[in-house]
């Protein structure tokens, strides 16, 4: 191949490249999580982070980390992201803790939380947490097996190939795919999502008599199946192997009544137990 040639080969390709990239930046969706990383690598020449938070929605609505650092004089960050589940917690603790090693990490857990989605609108959210994942982690394709069939990959590797039939949706020129939060808007700090709102009890029935304890659930159900287990325990194992302190934590939500069985609740606690961290149920401390 003569050098002319070469020097062509190079551009041709070197141009698909940019424009593969550049269409995965149009078709990507708009979502909090994008502002969370966003948020983050912006701050990774700050101090060294002290506590990281990671979970589901449970998460990043209840954790504010400009409150903890304004009490506990920290350094911190909130990685919660929509309905992620236990098992896939792992791809985002791995991602987050790349350059810093914290100093505390906090797991939130709920019954809902445990075990492999299997709806369809759920599956979506999770596909936010996986287009944060270098396309090389071999933890990325075991992950992604085990909630998407074969024929489903290219979508979870590709944003093009994902949403290209809603390509007169998108914006080609503004590439920012982060949401726009103001005064009005939910309030949003370092991944943490919150809402200008007033709870008035008198005139809404599911906050009647919120601050009483509620009666946990007898339910018989049984939330952790021997892979459950497991995934927690691995979860916990992950989080200790980068040297930080590890607590487990479970929050209430004002958003939606779930139920909590004390089976639940009692595994957390044996499994928290066996691997030598500290598990706080924050449904016990509703004053």
């Known amino acids: 191949m003569t050098a002319s040639k070469f020097i062509s080969a190079s551009i041709f390709l070197l141009s698909l490249v940019l424009g593969a990239a550049y ?30 938070i990671f979970g589901s929605s449970h998460a990043f609505t209840a954790y504010n980390p400009l409150v903890i650092d304004q ?29 810093y090693k914290p100093k505390l990490i906090v797991l939130e857990v709920y019954p809902a939380s445990v075990g492999v989605p299997t709806d369809e609108k759920i599956k979506g959210f999770h596909l936010r947490v996986f287009d944060h994942i270098s396309h090389i982690n071999p933890d990325k394709l075991k992950s992604a097996l085990r909630i998407y069939q074969a024929a489903e ?74 892979e459950a287990k497991a995934d927690l325990k691995d979860l ?33 606690q044996q499994l928290c137990d066996q691997a030598g961290v500290a598990y706080l149920n924050l449904n016990d401390h509703y004053q």
């Open 71 to 99: 009490e506990a004089n920290t350094l911190s960050y909130n990685f919660g992201s929509d309905a992620l589940r236990i098992p896939f917690t792992d791809l985002v603790l791995e991602e987050a803790t790349k350059q």
């Open 153 to 226: 990959l290219p979508g979870v590797y590709s944003t093009t190939v994902r949403n290209h039939d809603k390509w007169h949706k998108q914006d080609f020129k503004n590439l920012n795919r982060q949401k726009a939060y103001d005064q009005v808007s939910p309030i949003f700090y370092k991944g943490y999502l919150g809402h200008y709102q007033v709870l008035d009890s008198l005139n809404n029935a599911d906050l009647i008599n919120f601050r009483v304890k509620n009666t946990y659930s007898n339910s018989k159900r049984e939330f952790f199946t021997d």
């Open 23 to 52: 269409l995965e930046r149009v078709f990507t969706t708009e979502n909090h999580f994008n502002n969370t990383m966003a948020d983050y690598e912006k701050g990774l020449d700050s101090l060294p982070i002290d506590v990281m």
């Open 236 to 268: 916990i194992g992950r989080a200790k192997a980068s040297g930080a302190e590890v607590l487990v934590v479970s929050s209430p939500d004002l958003r939606a009544k779930y139920s909590w069985p004390k089976r639940f609740l009692a595994t957390v």
